[in-house]
């Protein structure tokens, strides 16, 4: 079957999916999560030979560490399944609702996207969270995957798939895309596809970005920072930067560049440096003189997302030249301040361009499922439509809905027409 026909078939299940009820959806995540488990010997061997393929082939370390789906990961996928379950049904919400006139009432009101084209990295774990979280807001989904995970992901896809059908799902609601060629097909189908949301490079989503007339919404690189302020407690600032980098530091949440105010970098730099030996540090001059072990910065280290245990270290003057820093080399995710100063971590917080800014924890936190939203498509770094974690709120728009008993518009013209009211009323009428 073509993209196109797939993506053809998804916009005629996105239209059943659109009408089913909370009840029906939940269940139907009831039916994966338990296939989850019950075909974990399936799944795991087509782990395996994924895992095995990627040592054949010399697959870089961070993208390794991304690829491995047993044990745990599997049961924490069935775990995050079942938590999209148990949040609330995102569509038919009514996000406002005023009078008109009397007998005739305007409700905005969730409604699903519709076909979501998803494009994300070599992590299993991401083809149940977006399909979990699209089906659970009433949408179809085509699913790229990267290749080094492409038996993983046929396995997952289709247990996925038969439990979802086994519920009374439509065909078609979920596809499985697999080669460069079909990510170029599904960018041309406008007119079956919704939203595209990459996740990857930098230059692969400006890529996506500049061959598709489809809206895109994601985010490329993850340049995460912490800045230690002059009154931090270097006895809490410590713990937070060593989880911001070494906690899994092949995610786009991970700490790339630590900053640290000249005034406690003496007692915290040695001290950062001591809990976290395995991290390579690249420091500026003045970082340098206190870390006998790192090697000195490039420009380019501040722009680097190295999903590594390698780690930026400048020394600022003031939390404003922090920022600045921030605001000129970050990449919009996710940055965090650790100080005892409340008016300066407000400061920080309405100043940083990011789409999460954190004080006094870890920058490992922007997470879907750690927010709450029980998982996510991904980070969205722009402003428009959705922000950060990208949870079911990220995966619905509204619709218009006006409820009258003859109304006409002529009725309103003239000298001598009615008058709107355009009163605000009750949203649970």
Known sequence: MTVAEKAARARSASRIMASLSAEQKNHALGRIAAALRDRRTEIESANRSDREAAAREA??????????????????????????????????????????????????VTVPIGVVGMVFESRPDALVQIASLCLKSGN???????????????????????????????????????????????????????????????????SVMRRTTI?????????????????????????VVVDAKTQYPAVCNAAETLLVHA??????????????????????PRALALLPGAVEATESDWRAEYLDLILAVRVVDSAD???????RYGSHHTDAIVTANRTRALEFMQRVDSASVMWN?????????????GAEVGIATGKI?????????????????????????????????????????????
Request: charged share 25%.
């Open 59 to 108: 697959l870089a370390e961070p993208l390794a560490k991304r690829l491995t789906f047993e044990g745990d990961k599997l049961d924490q996928a069935a775990i995050g399944v079942e938590s999209v379950a148990a949040l609330e049904d995102p569509i038919g919400g009514v996000l406002g609702a005023r009078e008109l006139d009397e007998g005739l009432e305007l409700f905005r």
């Open 140 to 206: 179809a989904v085509l699913l790229k995957g990267g290749a080094e995970a492409r038996n993983t992901n046929r396995a997952l896809f289709t247990v996925i798939s038969e439990a979802a059908g086994s519920a009374g799902l439509p065909d078609g609601w979920m596809a499985l895309l697999e080669s460069r060629d079909d990510v170029s097909e599904m960018l041309a189908q406008s007119d079956s596809i919704d939203l595209i949301i990459p996740r990857g490079s930098n230059e692969f989503v400006q």
């Open 215 to 239: 809206p895109v919404l994601g985010h490329a690189d993850g340049i995460c920072h912490v800045y230690v302020d002059s009154d931090a407690d270097p006895a809490l600032a410590v713990p």
């Open 263 to 284: 005034d406690v970098a003496a007692r915290v730099l040695p001290a950062i440096a001591e809990a976290m030996p395995a991290v390579e540090l690249r420091a500026c």
């Open 321 to 327: 030249e922090a920022i600045t820093h921030i605001n």
């Open 361 to 373: 924890c870890s920058t490992r936190f922007a997470d879907g499922y750690r927010y709450g939203l």
């Open 385 to 429: 439509h959705a922000r950060g974690p990208v949870g079911l709120e990220g995966l619905v728009t509204y619709q218009w809905r006006l409820f009258g008993s003859g109304h006409v518009v002529s009725d309103y013209t003239g000298s001598e027409g009615r008058s709107f009211t355009h009163r605000i009323i009750s949203v649970d009428r």
